[in-house]
C-alpha cells in the first residue's frame, strides 16, 4: 500500500516543576533554600529516513508524545531532562500545518527539524530568596510544551519523471534503464505507486528517474487516480514522456501526446513548462530486419505525426523500445545533458516559522491578562505570555533581546503603560521579575 499523505498529533514534553526545600544539616543554621529546577520536556524532532519511499509507517501510530522532564528534588537536584522523540519521514516530505495548510518544513536534507520544543523546567525556590525575602516557600512550574497537528504530503524527490499513459511502457523503461524492479504486466495500472531508479550514464554521472503511475484523461480533474500521483512530478527538473509509438493500444502516438499535454497543462503551468522528451517507445514493432530507427517517421503516418508536433513545441523525439533495451544510451545521455543546464531539485520556502508563529499572532497577545498585585508591581499572565517564557534563555543576552521585542510586537508593553506602569515599576511575566524601563 502506497500512502502519501496522513495528518498527524505531534506534542513536546511538559517541563518538570521547580522543587520547595531547605537546607537541613547539622551545625548548619539557616541553610536557606537549596530547591532544585525542574527537567526540561523533551522535543519532537523530524529527521530523513533515505531507506523509506512512503508514509506508511504513519497509517497505525498517529501520535507523537515526547517525554515530560521530571521534577527537581531537594539539594540543589536539577530534574531529569525528557528525552527527544525523533519522527522519521521519506526524503521530500512537506510537513504543514493541519489547520491552515501552509508549508512549516519540506524535509528534502539530512539536517533535523524541531518542530515542537520541550516546556522548560521550573525553578526551585532557591531562585526566589533576596535580601527580603529569604525563605521563599514556593517553586515555579514547568511550562507545557509545544504540540500541534501537522499534515504530512510526500513528494518524491526525482530529476527526471517518466510520464504517460497506461501500458505506454513507462516501467518497463525505468527496469530497462536502471537497477529499480518495478512490477511490469500486460494489463493497464499495473504499477499502483511511484517507483525511483538511479540511471547511470556513462559510469560517471546519474540521475534519479521516477516511475508515475499511468494517468488518463480527466487526472487533473481527480479522474483516476489524478491528483494522487500528478503532485509527485512536481519537483522533477524534467520530463520524458513515454509514447506508444506503435499504438498497440488502440491509440494513436499523437492522441497519447495531447492527452498527457492538455493534463499537464491543467494541473500547473510549471509542469507544462518543463523541458520534455518524447519517447516513442515499441519502436521495435514498426521495424523489419532492414529497418533503422532513423527511418521509422517514413515508415509511419503517425510517427511523422508526432515528429510534427513536437517539433512545434521544441520537444525532441527519441525512438526507443524497452522491451528490447533498444536506443536506450542515446535517451539517457540526452537526458544527463539537459540536466547539466537546468536548476537544481526544487525545495519548498516555510510559510509559518513555528518558534515565532505562536507568539508573533496580536490576537494570541490580546488573551494576556495584566493585574496590579498588593505590592503594586504589575503581573501579566496568560498562555501567550507562558508560551514566550518557555522560548526564552533569561541567562543569554541575545534571547532576553529577543523577550523584549516580543513585548513590544505584542502590545504588551503599551498596555502596561496604559494600566499605569512607570519606570522602576517591578513587573512580573509567569513568576519572572524585571524593572519597567522606559
Known sequence: MFIDKIKIYVKAGNGGGGCVSFRHEKYVAKGGPDGGDGGNGGNVIF???????????????????????????????????????????????????????????????DE??????????GWGNRHFATPTRQIPRFAKSGLPGEEREVLLELKMIADVGFVGLPSAGKSSLLAAVSAARPKIAEYHFTTLEPNLGVVSVDGEHGFVAADIPGLIEGASDGAGLGHDFLRHIERCRMLIQVVDIAGSEGRTPLEDFRVISDELERFSDKLASLPRIIAANKADL????????AEIPELSEEAAELEAEAAKRGYKVIYISAAAKMNLRELTSE??????ELPPVMTYEPEIIPE??????SAGAESVTIRRADDASFIVEGEWAEKLVGRVNFDDRESLMYFERSLIRGGIIDRLREAGCEEGDTVSVCGIEFDFVE
Open 47 to 109: 529527521r530523513c529516513d533515505p531507506s523509506a519511499n512512503t508514509l506508511l509507517a504513519f497509517r497505525y501510530k498517529r501520535k507523537f508524545i515526547a517525554e515530560n522532564g521530571a521534577d527537581g528534588a531537594g539539594q540543589k537536584f536539577h530534574g531529569k531532562n525528557g528525552g527527544d522523540i525523533v519522527v522519521k519521514v521519506p526524503r521530500g516530505t512537506l510537513i504543514r500545518d493541519a489547520e491552515s495548510g501552509r508549508i512549516i518544513r519540506d524535509m528534502c536534507d
Open 112 to 121: 533535523d527539524f524541531v518542530i515542537c520544543r520541550g516546556g522548560r523546567g
Open 286 to 293: 514498426l521495424m523489419n530486419s532492414a529497418d533503422d530507427f
Open 335 to 340: 537526458c544527463a545533458r539537459v540536466l547539466e
Open 356 to 361: 515565532t508563529e505562536e507568539i508573533s499572532d
